[in-house]
């Protein structure tokens, strides 16, 4: 039987790192190591992040039980990491996993799961394992660092205003006391224009001090966003990525994303329709899970540009993740064992 195998974000997430977990495995946890063949070409994934036409091999010292003990795991980086999220349309990965010695092998189709980023979002995520490659920035990352200087500049001139405040105040202590009737109305008009003077400096500094207009106009932008996230004028103008990440934001729900995802079909937006299928099954919606499974299950097929070929193993894994949610889903178990036949 085929071996079940994720990649699954870390907690806390950290760009370019995953967790490789395999279920079913009948062979040992130590010596082991593993390949992958991407299904447009049938080129293997190398080390640095390459293809090529001849195997290589990752290999792992030793696999550790997860939690449950339903299964194995081992870390893995960038060089696994970012090729698999940069798979264009229509990619599968297949995945053989083998002793080294050459004795127990085993294959399985590998998904990347919710949640994982690439190792170029390295500084939009602090990491928290401290090794020097997870916690390398990316090459635009050091652009913002000249602007930490400027902070407390900003801070000090937002004073100045106080000061001059501070010396229209003292300036009532200097005024003449009235001579005569003359005078005294001079001197009146006098101070109703230090009072004038007064509440125009306390309205500015009560101005700059009240940050509330703009925090609330901050808050109101993302809604406006948000409500333009899943468009198809979006998807149209939008990078393929910055779409998919601000419309799973936006969180349709499973009938509205399945029209989404028709529409990128539709436009031959095939990694879009790849992504939002993926992402929303990984996170255990069964609606989604299920018609993606169809997309390649030989019975359901209705081929087309993004789903030109039926493919059973990644049928059956999508079948599979619908089991992992619901056991009882007859349809999805009756579908998943035909699928292994």
Request: one cysteine or more; a negative charge; glycine letters at 6%.
């Amino acid at each position: 039987m085929p071996i079940r195998v994720d990649l699954l974000a870390l907690e806390p997430n950290v760009p370019g790192q995953a967790r490789l977990t395999v279920k079913k495995w009948q062979g040992g946890e130590e010596q082991l190591e593993f390949s992958i063949q991407r299904n447009q070409d049938g080129f293997y994934l190398q080390d640095h992040k390459a293809w090529s036409n001849n195997p290589f091999w990752f290999k792992v010292s030793r696999f550790n039980l997860t939690a449950n003990g339903e299964a194995m795991e081992t870390q893995v980086g960038p060089n696994v990491v970012d090729p698999l999220l940069e798979g264009v349309a229509n990619s599968q990965f297949q995945i053989e996993l083998r002793e080294q010695s050459q004795g127990h092998a085993d294959k399985g189709v590998v998904r990347p799961g919710v949640g994982l980023l690439p190792s170029t979002a390295g500084g939009q995520t602090r990491s928290t394992y401290g090794g020097a490659e997870l916690t390398a920035p990316s090459t635009p990352a050091p652009a913002p660092a000249p602007e930490i200087p400027e902070l407390p500049e900003l801070t000090l001139s937002t004073a100045e205003p106080e000061v001059e405040l501070e010396s229209v105040l003292t300036e009532p202590a200097y005024a003449p006391p009235p001579a005569s009737v003359k005078k005294s109305n001079k001197g009146l008009i006098g101070l109703l224009i230090v009072v004038l003077l007064l509440a125009a400096g306390a309205g500015f500094w009560f101005y700059k001090r009240t940050p509330a207009p703009a925090v609330a106009a901050t808050a109101t932008a993302p809604a406006g966003a948000e409500a333009q996230a899943c468009t198809l004028d979006s998807m149209n103008t939008l990078p393929e990525l910055t779409f998919v990440q601000t419309c799973i934001k936006a969180a349709p729900d499973s009938a509205r994303l399945l029209e989404i995802i028709n529409q990128a079909k539709a436009g031959k937006h095939c990694g879009v329709a790849q992504r939002l299928y993926a992402n929303r099954a990984q996170a255990g919606d069964a609606l989604i899970a299920n018609a993606y499974a169809r997309e390649y299950d030989p019975k359901y097929l209705k081929a087309s540009e993004c789903f030109p070929a039926a493919d059973n193993a990644t049928a059956a894994y999508w079948y599979e993740t619908i089991l992992t949610q619901d056991p009882n889903n007859a349809e999805a178990k009756q579908r998943f064992e035909e699928l292994q036949k």
